[in-house]
């Protein structure tokens, strides 16, 4: 929501330096704004608010003086935009060209003024302690104790130590990731040491934490990860989610818009169902079922109901097979087609899911599937969908052999680390020619 905030702020601060240089310019008491004005102004302010989004940064442990450069990159852009538009429609002369500049110099001025603001009430918060993200550090030596010495000294970043830990004994990591709970794990360990870092690595398996490492300075050309600036240190990051800035407003933009639009349209089939479910055996319409989310976290998943009741606890673990006894006639139409999950279109209203996604999994499995798969619980880097890249692709249905669960766990894994909007799109479009029915669904 910070990020947000920060969005909002970039437009109000880009349309009032607008507003306030037109009063000054030509008097509001004599002349009220006109409607040409008011529609630069307001163009100019979108523009800078998407260019803005595109460029964003989180400045938790960064520097003011680089996030005010951001802020000019972006100002720099906007005005850029609006400059060729007011030349290309030739109408750069209906305007004041004393008021353009007057607003220029304001606009950057202001959202200058505005971030400024907003670092320093942040800094202050968490100063206080608001907001902070929980860092277990992993690694022993001067290196962690300089990490620890910044973060005490920096404490306006939001960064908390919970815990420190050798990485040397797994069982030991495993229960501080778990008893801590951290946001964040720091590898401080040199990247030359490869056997260590392996070790640590296969003790994070189950964490979704953001990992980062702290690499040696030389190693930096050999790495193709992406880099964070954290309190003036740079980091390599091994696991992080790409739902961050722009990114995270494009993904909650198509959830909750399209979202909202398909179940509109599918909310008469719904009630058929709902009726068709009701009447063909005895039991609620919904089935309800824990399965984890993003960053692991439990949710509600809903479906309609496609077994006896008797027979369907929510807790169930066993798959459904061919011909199995506990789905009754309807419900197995609806799983062969996909029907069942139409209410999970209410879970992407609440936010609890995306529309494309990894298809999420019971507890159960994850718990299972975990100490079978490496890099199984990175499919929780981003929010679980209804449809995803492994349903398009013929890996839906039932898993039982671990093969199966490996070739669903990689496609979902090179849907995190290719996602776009154009991707997902893509996803939507082939669900609706190819992802519905599917001969391995009971």
């Not at 495993?174 to 720091?186: G, Q, R």
């Not at 639009?261 to 169902?273: D, K």
């Not at 669900?431 to 599917?438: M, Q």
Request: charge should be positive; charged fraction near 15%; aromatic fraction near 10%.
């Amino acid at each position: 929501m910070m990020r947000f905030g920060i969005y909002a702020m970039d437009w109000a601060a880009f349309a009032l330096a607008g507003v306030l240089t037109y009063w000054l310019r030509f008097d509001m008491d004599v002349q009220p704004i006109d409607r040409p004005f008011a529609q630069l102004i307001f163009g100019a302010a979108t523009v800078m608010l998407l260019v803005s989004s595109m460029i964003y940064r989180s400045w938790r442990g960064g520097q003011l003086l680089a996030m005010l450069g951001r802020v000019g990159l972006g100002w720099l852009v906007t005005w850029g935009v609006v400059m060729t538009w007011l030349v290309l429609t030739q109408t750069g002369t209906d305007y004041s060209r004393l008021w353009l500049t007057s607003w220029a110099v304001a606009s950057l001025l202001f959202s200058w003024l505005a971030r400024a603001m907003a670092y320093l009430l942040m800094s202050g918060l968490r100063s206080m302690g608001v907001n902070h993200l929980r860092v277990l550090l992993v690694g022993s030596g001067d290196t962690v104790a300089s990490v620890r010495k910044r973060v005490k000294a920096s404490a306006w970043t939001g960064y908390k130590v919970v815990g420190v830990s050798d990485g040397l004994n797994e069982k030991a990591l495993d229960f501080a990731i778990s008893s801590l709970e951290p946001d964040e794990v720091w590898i401080c360990q040199p990247p030359g040491d490869m056997k260590v870092i392996q070790q640590i690595m296969h003790a994070l398996r189950h964490s979704t934490a953001n990992i980062r490492l702290l690499p040696d300075m030389g190693m930096f050309n050999l790495m193709n990860h992406g880099m964070t600036q954290v309190l003036g240190l740079p980091m390599l990051d091994i696991s992080s989610s790409p739902m961050a800035g722009f990114n995270l407003v494009v993904k909650w933009l198509e959830d909750k818009l399209l979202g909202l639009l398909i179940l509109l349209l599918i909310t008469p089939v719904m009630l058929g169902i709902a009726v068709a479910v009701k009447v063909t055996s005895p039991g609620p319409v919904i089935f309800r079922q824990k399965r984890n989310g993003w960053n692991g976290e439990t949710i509600n998943v809903y479906k309609f109901r496609s077994m006896y009741v008797d027979n369907a606890p929510p807790d169930s673990v066993p798959q459904a097979t061919k011909d199995d006894p506990r789905v009754t006639p309807l419900g197995r139409f609806l799983r062969a087609t996909s029907l069942d999950e139409l209410p999970q279109f209410i879970n992407v209203l609440q936010g609890r899911m995306s529309i494309v996604g990894p298809r999420p999994h019971a507890v159960a499995h994850n718990l299972e599937y975990r100490e079978l798969i490496p890099r199984y619980m990175l499919r929780h880097k981003v929010k679980p969908g209804i449809t995803g890249w492994a349903q398009v692709n013929g890996l839906r249905g039932e898993t039982d052999t671990i093969e199966k669960m490996e070739a669903r766990v990689q496609a979902d894994l090179y849907y995190i680390e290719n996602w776009s909007l154009w991707l997902d799109l893509k996803i939507i479009v082939m669900t609706i020619f190819k992802g519905f029915v599917n001969r391995n669904a009971y």
